[in-house]
């Protein structure tokens, strides 16, 4: 090969080199460190991936868009509250002052359930509302009124627009008569007092209680009347039906209920105490035949001891004391071996008779032998 032997100019070495490529381009910035500043800055292709330029940050308002959102929620649900209470406010005014809500007379006031409990009774309590607002009405007040009435055991008092007023009434439902001093009035299981409707007292059927007044608590005769059920509901178990036959129960002594039967031969009061009704009354139910036979006069039997039946434990008020202390001891006695078995020994048991004797026999001599020896002895002198 030929050697240049031409003249070096430095024109030559000023001119622009040829493009290279990035890699080339590297290798030149690694080869000279002074010249790649120069280069970095000129390339077009490393332009690419610089930096984007810094953002210009926007103008904000002086609340975040949270606390926005939630101030219009606020909003919006004030303007709603205050145009339901407008609303309602307008509502409350026009009810409350209408003439379309005004009970005008009696014939709105329905009233429904009663059957003892009287027309005007219910006027007594419900009659100052006429010419009132059906929205004034005190229903709770005019509830517990109407049940301060005897008869009525509940009561429901409801409004109906525009200008009803409708009573429903549960009544009480009686269950006995009850002796309260010169007066007999009717009682339920509770033991609340009840006048006795007018025209309607034969149309009831139940015994008579005694042992109570007006005085007594309410739960005092509330106690002696769950006794009553006690005692009736026993009675009638198993289709007895013994309840039809009392005619009188004395309920003064809690321990010893004390029915009166109504006998054809006479009426008996029987003492059946606090347990056992049905086995009681029908051991006096199978043996008042025999009594009978034993005795001339039956007027009452305590059964409240086992193995043993007290035949007129009550003095007849038409005889003495001493009469009839003696009786019943002797009754008493024997009438144990009457329980255990029925012989014919106990049929030879005259002893009340001879009882009666002696005690009769008595004031005789002692009346008689007096007035003799004063007359004869002065007449021969």
């Known amino acids: 090969m030929a050697r240049d032997n031409t003249p070096f100019t430095p024109e030559e070495d000023i001119s622009p080199a040829p493009r290279q490529g990035r890699g080339a381009a590297r290798a030149n910035l690694e080869d000279d460190p002074l010249d790649s500043r120069t280069i970095d800055l000129d390339n077009e292709d490393?332009?690419?991936?610089?930096?984007?330029?810094?953002?210009?940050?926007?103008?904000?308002?002086?609340?975040?868009?949270?606390?926005?959102?939630?101030?219009?929620?606020?909003?919006?649900?004030?303007?709603?509250?205050?145009?339901?209470?407008?609303?309602?406010?307008?509502?409350?005014?026009?009810?409350?002052?209408?003439?379309?809500?005004?009970?005008?007379?009696?014939?709105?006031?329905?009233?429904?359930?009663?059957?003892?409990?009287?027309?005007?009774?219910?006027m007594?309590?419900?009659?100052g509302d006429i010419g009132r607002n059906v929205f004034f009405i005190p229903l709770a007040e005019r509830k517990k009124q109407l049940e301060?009435?005897?008869?009525?055991?509940?009561?429901?008092?409801?409004?109906?627009?525009p200008d009803r007023i409708r009573i429903d009434i549960k009544e009480r439902t009686p269950v006995a008569f009850v002796h309260m001093g010169s007066r007999i009035q009717l009682i339920?299981?509770?033991?609340?007092?009840?006048?006795?409707?007018?025209?309607?007292?034969?149309?009831?059927?139940?015994?008579?209680?005694?042992?109570?007044?007006?005085?007594?608590?309410?739960s005092t005769r509330a106690a002696r009347m769950m006794i009553f059920t006690r005692l009736i509901s026993e009675l009638d178990r198993d289709g007895a039906n013994y309840s039809k036959d009392l005619s009188e129960i004395d309920l003064n002594d809690p321990d010893d209920a004390k029915v009166t039967v109504a006998d054809p031969a006479g009426p008996v009061v029987i003492h059946l105490g606090d347990t056992n009704f049905l086995e009681r009354y029908k051991i006096y139910t199978a043996h008042v035949g025999e009594w009978r036979q034993q005795f001339q006069r039956l007027d009452s039997v305590d059964l409240r001891y086992e193995r043993q039946v007290i035949v007129n434990p009550?003095?007849?008020?038409?005889?003495?004391?001493?009469?009839?202390?003696?009786?019943?001891?002797?009754?008493?006695?024997?009438?144990?071996?009457?329980?255990?078995?029925?012989?014919?020994?106990?049929?030879?048991?005259?002893?009340?008779?001879?009882?009666a004797k002696t005690t009769k026999a008595k004031p005789k001599t002692v009346a008689k032998p007096a007035p003799k020896t004063v007359t004869k002895k002065p007449a021969p002198r």
């Open 314 to 355: 009550d003095a007849p008020k038409d005889a003495p004391k001493q009469l009839a202390q003696p009786v019943i001891k002797k009754v008493a006695a024997t009438k144990v071996v009457a329980k255990a078995s029925t012989k014919k020994p106990v049929a030879k048991k005259p002893a009340a008779r001879p009882a």
């Open 124 to 127: 007594q309590v419900m009659g």
């Open 188 to 218: 339920d299981g509770n033991g609340v007092i009840m006048e006795m409707p007018p025209g309607q007292a034969k149309k009831y059927s139940f015994p008579v209680l005694t042992g109570m007044n007006d005085n007594e608590p309410l």
């Open 46 to 122: 490393e332009a690419a991936f610089r930096r984007a330029p810094k953002r210009v940050p926007a103008k904000r308002g002086p609340l975040p868009r949270k606390v926005l959102a939630r101030l219009k929620w606020v909003v919006l649900a004030a303007i709603i509250f205050c145009f339901a209470y407008g609303a309602w406010a307008a509502v409350e005014r026009y009810g409350t002052r209408s003439w379309r809500f005004r009970i005008n007379s009696s014939d709105d006031l329905e009233i429904a359930g009663t059957h003892n409990v009287t027309r005007p009774q219910i």
């Open 148 to 161: 301060q009435i005897a008869w009525v055991e509940s009561a429901t008092v409801m409004r109906f627009l």
